[in-house]
């Protein structure tokens, strides 16, 4: 059996594919909003003086770091109505499982950029008589988040990719549209292909505009 | 101005302050010697809690900052650091870094503070590098940076931790004619130093600390001519001076 190529497959999936990447944006972009907020509580909160903050916010890590998303998605969406009887929206349950799995590797990014901070700055900062929270709001933060950008930009990319494992819950993200045009006309080479490229287009956005955003930074500043 | 009775500090097991008697009067200019290791700038980081004191009273500006009801951001601002390491804040520019103190601290308005802050880097000689970013600046500019950083405050004291160490020869000069006329202005200082120079024309009384104790306190004439303590005298025959 001959294979052909059909590029104008190619062509014609690309306007429904397209529907699919909006919606792996959307829980990208909704996922890592989130998933920074929640990183930066929980990476500030292993930094606490308070042993039991520091606990809270491990448990909440190796927790995450430790079971497969395939895992924490079908136990959010498939797993937890069986014991509350509500289902959340695939969407919503895609969102969530993106920002609280984003969340602990972008926790432990935010510890290490604070501490590899000298010292120095946080006492320079009390000795004017800044407060530890004022210190770390106005010297220690910005210092810090330079450094995260680089570590962050490949969390961004690696939760990007991650969407594709929520088609196992549903979500009309950009493979499972792959996987629904394919269940249709047959031609997995040339959409699958096509696939892939989207996520390479969407991929090198992410660098590119990190990478923009770290050079603003560093003129701003001139370091 | 500064109190100090009986101050103990232990790291672990390891008693690095054994009992520090130190009295600073206002205006007075206290210069601390004494060998690497011996726990000075222990004693300077007590005295505005940068290190918790194991034991004793250390009553600042009228504060007693063992007091778990002091204020102790307040204290910090009348009894502020300069460092050997200068920690400027690399992400501010040397006017932000002079400002920030009295802007969150103190609560003066940027328009004012910027005011205040050229005014002092204008005193420390470098009001034109005011938009400049501490790494564009040579140590001894930076270090006088640091020293507008902490006067920006308007402190009662200000305690200097080694602060030409970490600089290049020919940069020491700057820093110490800075701090020779806030002395002469009658700035309240505590520096720790190992120019000898500095402790003789500027000091009025000059301590040895050594195995975290007061070894020796004296004027400076008394101090350098006619040492007492045989550690003393070998210290200071070891220093080179300038
Ligand atoms: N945070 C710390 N933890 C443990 N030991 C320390 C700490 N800070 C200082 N020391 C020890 O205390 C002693 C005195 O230190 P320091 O006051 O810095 O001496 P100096 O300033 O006279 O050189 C040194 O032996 C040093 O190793
Ligand atoms: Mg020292």
């Not at chain 1, 990719?161 to 819950?169: E, P």
């Not at chain 2, 006329?181 to 520096?191: F, K, N, Q, S, Y």
Request: aromatic residues 6%; hydrophobic residues 45%.
């Amino acid at each position: 059996m001959a294979f052909d190529f059909e590029p104008s497959v190619m062509i014609d999936s690309i306007p429904t594919l397209l529907v699919g990447a909006k919606m792996t944006i959307i829980i990208t972009v909704g996922g890592l909003f989130f998933g920074f907020l929640l990183g930066a509580i929980a990476g500030l909160m292993k930094l606490s003086r308070n042993m039991f903050v520091r606990r809270i916010a491990g448990v909440y890590v190796e927790t995450i770091r430790g079971t497969p998303m395939l895992v924490q998605a079908m136990f959010l969406y498939f797993g937890l109505p069986m014991a509350i009887g509500i289902r959340i929206p695939a969407v919503v349950a895609g969102i969530v499982i993106i920002a609280v799995n984003s969340g602990a590797y972008i926790a432990e990014i935010v510890r290490g950029a604070v501490q590899s901070i000298n010292v120095g700055q946080m006492e320079a900062g009390r000795t004017i008589g800044l407060t530890r929270g004022q210190t770390m709001r106005y010297i220690i933060w910005p210092q810090a988040f330079k450094r995260m950008i680089p570590p962050l930009g490949n969390q961004f990319i690696i939760s990007l990719k991650d969407t594709s494992l929520l088609m196992i819950i549903g979500v009309g993200e950009l493979l499972r549209t792959g996987d629904e045009i394919v269940a249709v006309n047959f031609r997995a080479f040339e959409v699958y292909l096509t696939v892939g490229i989207m996520y390479l287009c969407m991929t090198m956005s992410i660098a590119k505009a990190l990478g923009m955003l770290e050079k603003r930074l560093h003129l701003k500043s001139q370091r | 101005m500064i109190q100090i009775k009986n101050l103990h500090k232990s790291f672990g097991d390891f008693e690095v302050l054994k009992g520090v008697d130190l009295h600073v009067k206002q205006g007075e200019v206290v210069v601390i010697l004494g060998p690497s290791g011996s726990g000075k700038s222990t004693v300077l980081r007590c005295i505005n809690k940068l290190e918790e004191p194991t034991s004793g009273t250390i009553i600042v500006d009228g504060y007693d900052i063992m007091d778990h009801r002091t204020d102790i951001n307040h204290v910090r601002t009348e009894a502020t650091m300069v460092f050997q390491q200068f920690n400027l804040f690399p992400h501010m520019s040397v006017l932000e870094n002079v400002t920030l103190g009295p802007i969150k601290v103190r609560g003066m308005s940027r328009n004012e503070a910027n005011k205040l802050g050229l005014d002092l880097l204008g005193k420390v000689g470098l009001e034109e590098k005011a938009h400049n970013y501490p790494e564009q600046l040579s140590g001894g500019q930076k270090q006088r940076v640091a020293i507008a950083r902490s006067l920006a405050l308007r402190p009662k004291v200000i305690l200097f931790d080694e602060p030409t160490s970490a600089l290049d020869p020919e940069l020491v000069g700057e820093v110490l004619e800075v701090m020779k006329r806030l002395a002469r202005e009658g700035m309240t200082m505590v520096v720790v130093t190992h120019e000898m120079g500095f402790a003789k024309d500027v000091a009025d009384r000059v301590i040895f600390i050594d195995e975290g104790r007061i070894q020796e306190e004296a004027e400076p004439e008394t101090f350098f001519s006619n040492p007492r303590h045989p550690r003393l005298r070998d210290f200071l025959s070891k220093v080179v001076e300038h």
